[in-house]
């Protein structure tokens, strides 16, 4: 039978994500210690990180906490405050003889745009239409903003909601109250 021994563990980067993932910890000032000895564990690291919420919650979309938006042949603005957006939707383009039907959603920070996702209908000599829904999320940081853009006879239509500040904080999804 084995003597149960504890030792120091002297590593920074161990420290460092042990503040990140236990702020309340964060002037603690204790050294990191291991055991030989075999522990049973209790996860409380969503508590810890200030979440009673499991992720696929966290990103539930709520009637509080959504912005809805359609851009219809044209371009609507969405967020342009920092942080993680969730943003859902659907896309519709619809094309006759002549013209190629687009719908974009955007980045920009003021002097360059980036598209970040993209569809593309091309012109045929017979009516078309196509659809489809996206979800994804995007970061902002300052002086950033999204938005959608549909050409000629293209919808797009949905809703963002802001998931996480731009530290990475968690935003609840409004009227959830944890008990």
Same mark, same amino acid.
């Given at each position: 039978?084995?003597?149960?021994?504890?030792?120091?563990?002297? !590593?920074?980067?161990?420290?460092?994500?042990?503040?990140?993932? /236990?702020p309340?910890?964060?002037?603690?000032?204790?050294?990191?210690?291991?055991?030989?000895?075999?522990?049973?564990?209790?996860?409380?690291?969503?508590?810890?990180?200030? !979440?009673?919420?499991?992720?696929? /919650?966290? %990103?539930?979309?709520?009637?509080g906490?959504?912005?809805?938006?359609?851009a219809?042949?044209?371009?609507?603005?969405?967020? !342009? !405050?920092?942080?993680f957006?969730?943003?859902?939707?659907? %896309?519709?383009?619809?094309?006759?003889?002549?013209?190629?039907?687009?719908?974009?959603?955007?980045?920009? +920070?003021?002097?360059?745009?980036?598209?970040?996702?993209?569809?593309?209908?091309? #012109?045929?000599?017979?009516d078309?239409?196509?659809?489809?829904?996206? +979800?994804l999320?995007? %970061?902002?940081? #300052?002086?950033?903003?999204?938005?959608?853009?549909?050409?000629?006879?293209?919808? %797009? #239509?949905?809703?963002?909601?802001?998931? #996480?500040?731009v530290?990475?904080?968690?935003? +609840?999804?409004?009227?959830?109250?944890?008990?």
């Open positions: 039978m084995s003597t149960p021994e504890i030792i120091t563990v002297n !590593s920074e980067t161990l420290e460092a994500q042990i503040r990140d993932l /236990l309340s910890q964060s002037g603690f000032g204790s050294e990191l210690q291991a055991s030989n000895v075999i522990m049973p564990i209790i996860d409380l690291t969503s508590a810890a990180e200030g !979440s009673v919420l499991p992720e696929a /919650l966290q %990103f539930a979309l709520a009637f906490s959504q912005t809805a938006f359609e219809r042949a044209g371009t609507a603005n969405l967020m !342009s !405050s920092t942080g957006w969730r943003i859902v939707g659907g %896309f519709t383009e619809y094309t006759t003889s002549g013209a190629d039907v687009t719908v974009n959603i955007k980045l920009t +920070d003021g002097s360059t745009t980036k598209i970040i996702w993209n569809t593309e209908l091309q #012109a045929r000599a017979d078309f239409i196509a659809h489809g829904s996206v +979800d999320v995007v %970061f902002l940081a #300052a002086g950033e903003s999204c938005s959608v853009e549909a050409s000629s006879t293209g919808t %797009f #239509a949905g809703s963002y909601r802001q998931i #996480a500040t530290t990475g904080q968690l935003v +609840d999804p409004n009227g959830f109250t944890a008990e």
